[in-house]
């Protein structure tokens, strides 16, 4: 019987050993869940705010100086930006679909370029439900579910194109338009600022004949040939985009009329300046594309911050003749530093 209560002594003190080890196991394991948990809960805590930012489109000169505002502000103000829009501006089911795929990401802010008015308004309704900032940019829409707009005054701009021509035409004479795409709010003002200053203020200027650019330098070429062809005795011409001036600058050139026919361009690509240098350019009314870009950032990060940013940044434009391409502070609205901040 000793025998026996020993061996059943030692049993239970080898049984409550083992109980000891597998508890000392069990709570280290939790303990180590814990301690994973707590770590990846920090590293949530202070990951990067992601901003995506969405242009109209990637291709011309304008759309890159947004995209290196937005990264600069990105690197200034600690928010990751994540840049992506469709190739061209007339890609609308290209821009909607990548908009809704920011949103299903559940991304922090978002900053938009639409290409139309109306084609978002869905994808700005499910933006509002999630509770995603929305900042839009460059040409406005008609849904209210926004935060932020941040854009050149493009009324102002039109109009600014409008007095500058006429000046040029000594106040009268016949004119062309080349216009960018319809639906496009932005261009759509900038072209209305245009027109009714010609209409009101200069009544001895006639608007002769009005073309689409499309968006597409080849394109607003051959509509300026056709204009050219259809009125040679025209006087002057409006672009109201870089796509469209710079197809209207080669419609000039091919036809030996650079110089000879007034020209108000807009916007400021390289080929664009070169022109206003040797003449085929009588002016360029010029945005400031790097500020844009900037601006539409910092606006989300503030609200991130719990502060509220304007509802409405007006950004005007300025016009820009050969002389005053040797002022500092030109050159920097010209070139702005791109290559520092996209690749």
């Known amino acids: 019987m000793i025998t026996i209560a020993r061996r059943g002594g030692n049993f239970q003190q080898r049984q409550a050993r083992l109980l000891s080890c597998v508890a000392v196991r069990h709570f280290r394991a939790i303990a180590t869940c814990l301690v994973i948990l707590l770590v990846l809960s920090a590293c949530r805590g202070h990951r990067k705010k992601v901003i995506a930012v969405i242009p109209k489109a990637t ?13 600069a502000a990105g690197n200034d103000l600690g928010v990751e930006v994540d840049w992506n829009g469709p190739v061209t501006e007339t890609d609308f089911s290209r821009q909607i679909q990548i908009v809704d795929s920011m949103i299903a990401r559940h991304v922090d802010g978002l900053a938009l370029a639409a290409q139309d008015r109306t084609a978002l308004d869905a994808s ?14 460059d040409s ?3 849904s209210t579910n926004y935060m932020s707009f941040v854009a050149t005054n493009n009324y102002e701009a039109g109009q600014m194109a409008a007095r ?14 080349v216009l960018h ?17 010609m209409a009101k203020e200069f009544p001895r200027i006639q608007i002769v004949q009005k073309q689409y650019g499309m968006s597409d330098r ?3 070429r051959a509509a ?3 204009i050219l062809t259809a009125h040679p005795d025209l006087d002057g011409i409006f672009a109201s985009t870089e796509p469209s001036s710079v197809g209207t600058s080669l419609a000039l050139k091919s036809r030996q009329l650079d110089g000879k026919i007034k020209f108000v361009a807009f916007d400021a690509a390289d080929s664009m300046v070169e022109d206003l240098k040797t003449g085929t350019i009588d002016a360029l009314v010029a945005q400031d594309p790097f500020r844009i870009g900037y601006e539409a950032v910092h606006t989300l990060v503030e609200k991130l911050h719990g502060k ?5 940044i007006d950004l005007s434009a300025r016009v820009i003749v050969k002389s005053d391409l040797a002022k500092p502070e030109i050159r920097l609205l010209l070139n702005p530093d791109v290559k520092r901040y996209v690749n």
């Open 308 to 312: 509220t940013p304007p509802k409405h």
């Open 224 to 226: 300026a040939e056709n």
């Open 124 to 137: 700005l309704d499910r933006a509002a439900r999630e509770h995603i900032p929305v900042t839009v940019f």
């Open 59 to 71: 291709s011309h000169l304008f759309w890159v100086s947004v995209h290196a505002g937005a990264m």
């Open 181 to 197: 795409v319809p639906g496009s709010n932005s261009t759509m003002e900038r072209e209305r600022g245009f027109e009714e200053t």
């Open 164 to 177: 500058k021509l006429a000046e040029l035409l000594h106040d009268k004479g016949s004119i062309a338009m």
């Open 218 to 220: 080849s394109k607003a």
């Open 140 to 142: 406005g829409v008609d």
